[in-house]
């Protein structure tokens, strides 16, 4: 994870008391957090993985509803890993992983 992109609000651990939490930056933070420490950086990642992140109730909160909308909107690109019966995506334009 590229280290000069992530923001103070996030070095400080602090991101989650501020108002207007979760935002859509906030949401691909976690992820990629999460992503890294479960050793796959820029990996592939599946709504398992967001139940993992955001609990068992993700859907029905705004993380879900943030998610839902970048996968619609294609910002998490569905991956040749998926099935019928399970998605894989990756975050297409991933800024903590590129130059």
């Not at 906030?26 to 479960?38: C, M, Q, S, T």
Request: aromatic letters at 14%.
């Amino acid at each position: 994870m590229n280290k000069n992109k992530i923001k103070l609000k996030y070095l400080l651990g602090i991101w989650k008391t501020l108002p207007g939490y979760p935002t859509k930056e906030d949401v691909i933070y976690e992820i990629n957090a999460f992503l890294l420490k479960d050793g796959r950086p820029n990996g592939e990642f599946s709504p398992q993985t967001f139940k993992s992140i955001f609990g068992a109730g993700w859907e029905k909160e705004n993380s879900g509803e943030i998610i839902r909308e970048c996968i619609s909107s294609g910002e998490f690109e569905e991956t040749k890993k998926s099935t019928e019966t399970k998605k894989w995506y990756r975050i297409k334009n991933n800024e903590y992983y590129t130059s």
